[in-house]
């Protein structure tokens, strides 16, 4: 069966919405990316970022340049966690200049040795999340190299790291690998029908879903249905406004009321996307920093539109 997860995504991957994606079928999610030299020099906030060892089918991203460290930080999160993964696509500016991310696309002989180096320490599965090549189409060796070196599993966001988000994804340029190892494709995965025609055109036995699942936490559902039945339906607002509703009591748990009405502001337009009003009700809700008043805010937005819809 085709496995669908929530792809790692800096500042919007926390426990919280972990939680709520996979209560929305996401078969697994990705920690937000983990500096390997701040979980060393034992920086509270990254230990922060790392999930509960209890959370799930969930794997720690970590990302940095050095092979020591890299390895060193895997070894002591592979005893803790069952599952590593390593981040070689990220492209901004201030990861990439110190060759960690999509960085260590640029040199693939380094590339290969820091593969090696962390496969051999970590004792749990170990997978690597990576583009296309630095500014070139360079996929084929690369995962002749992740294959090579042992790694379980690979995700392919299909673009070139210089690229960063322009253009489109190329999900047909990785039609052309074996898929040795269970290959996931990323990018520009928005709906159900992206989802299928990005299977069918790389051949991948699985999808990452990022930017299509923030405030949308329900395409998981949405995917699978598509993928099944060829049919699927959205939420209803009181299923919207139920998620919502967890999303903000899982963030006042995991970072307290002003963090969680901070946190929730970035998922807002995702979850009132096309619904009539929600420009208007968007920018009042981003200046209530009290989370009571702002859940009571979401409360009659949406109980407003249900006075005019059915609930
Ligand atoms: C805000 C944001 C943060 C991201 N952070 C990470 C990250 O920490 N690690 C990573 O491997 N990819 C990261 N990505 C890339 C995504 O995992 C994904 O590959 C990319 O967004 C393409 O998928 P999409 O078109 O579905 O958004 C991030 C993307 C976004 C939009």
Redesign the pocket.
């Known amino acids: 069966m085709v496995k669908i997860g929530l ?7 926390d426990r919280a919405f972990r939680t709520v994606c996979s209560k929305w079928g996401a078969d697994f999610v ?1 920690s ?2 983990v500096s390997t030299k701040g979980f060393l020099m034992g920086s509270l906030k990254t230990v922060d970022l790392l999930p509960f060892p209890e959370e799930g089918n969930v794997a720690v ?1 970590i ?1 940095g340049n050095e092979t020591e460290e890299l390895s060193k930080a895997a070894e002591i999160l592979s005893e803790r966690y069952s599952w590593i ?1 390593l ?1 070689a ?2 492209p901004v500016k201030k990861v990439v200049r110190k060759g960690a ?1 999509g960085g260590l696309l640029r040199d693939l002989a380094k590339f290969r040795e820091i593969v090696r180096a962390v496969r051999k320490s970590v004792k749990c599965k170990f997978s690597v ?1 990576t583009r296309l090549g630095w500014n070139k189409n360079d996929v084929v060796e690369i995962y002749r190299i992740l294959v090579e070196e042992g790694v379980d599993e690979v ?1 392919i ?1 299909a ?1 070139t790291v210089v690229q960063g ?1 322009s253009g489109k ?1 190329n999900w047909k340029s990785l039609s052309v690998l074996d898929k040795k190892i269970p290959t996931f494709v ?5 709906t159900p029908e992206n989802a299928k025609e990005a299977l069918e055109e790389s051949g991948c036995q699985g999808i ?6 923030i405030g949308r936490p329900w395409i998981f559902k949405q995917i699978r249905d598509f993928l099944q039945h060829g049919t699927y339906s959205e939420p209803s607002l009181k299923d919207i406004l139920a998620t919502l509703n967890e999303h903000i009591d899982l963030l006042i748990k995991e970072k307290g009321e002003r963090g969680a009405a901070k946190e929730i502001r970035k998922f807002l337009a995702g979850y009132t996307k096309g619904l009539e009003g929600a420009r208007r009700f968007r920018d009042e809700a981003m200046k209530i920093e009290d989370i009571c008043n702002l859940k009571q805010a979401i409360y009659k937005f949406f109980v407003r539109k249900a006075e005019k819809i059915s609930f």
């Not at 990323?186 to 928005?190: A, E, K, P, V």
């Not at 990452?208 to 699942?213: I, K, M, P, S, T």
Request: glycine share 14%; proline share 3%; aromatic share 18%.
């Open positions: 792809a790692p995504m800096a500042g919007y991957t990705f937000e990316m991203q990302f993964d981040n696509g990220c991310g999340k995700f966001h673009r988000f994804a990323s990018g520009d995965i928005f990452l879903v990022a930017r299509g699942a």
